[in-house]
């Protein structure tokens, strides 16, 4: 069965096309700036073998139709491509950011299931519109060729109301949904399934905290395989310290910031969103950068490291006291993954709770590959998981495609 993922955000189309027979990945590649000046695409064919080929191109692209009409053209060109044509495909997967509380699984796309994407846009103003633009266009493009929707927010719907219910009024949360839904939910369910398979057991007997870092951060409590707990909520600023996101902060801090400072609720957004995180407190956004100038002895990226793995540390603390019994921590994405400083700061104090890192396995992970950094007294085991979101779009559209 060949399925092509498609993450179409507001402004960019990334792709990937596998083979779920051996789970080969045939090709991947993005467009981007779609609409803007400097639109252009990079398209690689055979990923991760000898005949891997990379082309790209800056040309104009004006919009999702024409960024997906390029992709269908690279997937099936003479020098490009990797399949004859489009009848190939089996079915295609969307990355859809919000599903609400209408959508807790994924689902075939039909026109209720594009009405139900669309009436979740005022949750996801700038995400959906992009999923939809996707969803419409390969309609347009690959009639008869099923589309299944995947959601960033479906696996955090099992969520207990105490986990998601914010302590605002009540009519609030009936007449607007204002709740929290938590986003990243496709890695955090991969991660889980991962963890998993590597304690040798199945997901429902898997309680774990899964910890996304990237530039996007997010953390989820997972017991006997389901989510009990998120970081992000109503929208994805709430939680951890992120690249540009504040995460958590006081909520009174818009009125004091409207009354000192004359900012509209717009420039707080903006500020929280796009000027904080790691870049408001030091004035860079990725991890290597601040790693860097923390090495040449600055202070400022040292305290925006501080203060990054601290809400890692008390999210850990967090979960560990609704879990049961945790049986892994397992960090992921971008941060996760190859931040050894990150891991070992962000466990630190937490030997009390019976998590120890082991120096040496933490330093040593291997690129790409599981691999076990507790130490053999650690209580609970610690992991570090690639994440691979395009993967478990696959495997779930390519699920919902066998059994209907
Ligand atoms: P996204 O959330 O966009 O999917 P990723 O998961 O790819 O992002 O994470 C991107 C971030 O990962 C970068 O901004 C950078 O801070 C961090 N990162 C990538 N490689 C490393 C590394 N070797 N060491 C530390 N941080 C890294």
Known sequence: MIILVLNSGSSSVKYQLLEMQDKTLLASGLVERIGQSGSAYKHERLPGTDTSQVFSNEQDIPDHSTALDLVVKLITGEQTGVIKDVSSIN?????????????????????????????????APLHN???????????????????????????????????????????????????????????????????????????????????????GCSMAAVKQGRCVDTSMGLTPLAGLVMGTRSGDVDPALHAFLTDKKGYSIQDIDNLLNKKSGLLGLCGDNDMRDIHARIDKGDSDAELALKIFCRRVTQYIGQYMAILDKTQAICFTAGVGENDE???ELSCATLSGLGVVLDKKRNQEVRRGEICEISSPESRVKVLVIPTNEELEIATQTAQVLSSS
């Open 341 to 343: 400083r990150v891991r």
């Open 91 to 123: 079915g295609i997967g969307h990355r859809i950011v919000h599903g609400g509380e209408d959508f807790n699984t994924p689902i075939l796309v039909d026109d209720d299931v594009v009405e139900g994407i669309r009436a979740q846009i005022p949750l």
């Open 129 to 215: 519109p992009g999923g939809l633009a996707g969803i419409e266009t390969a309609k347009r493009l690959m009639p008869g060729i099923p589309n299944v929707a995947v959601f960033d927010t479906a696996f955090h719907q099992t969520m207990p109301p105490e986990a998601y219910r914010m302590a605002i009024p009540a009519e609030l949360y009936s007449e607007l949904k204002i709740r929290r839904y938590g986003f990243h939910g496709t890695s955090h369910l991969y991660v889980a399934k991962q963890c998993a398979a590597t304690l040798g057991q199945t997901l429902e007997q898997t309680s774990c905290i899964t910890v996304h870092l990237g530039n």
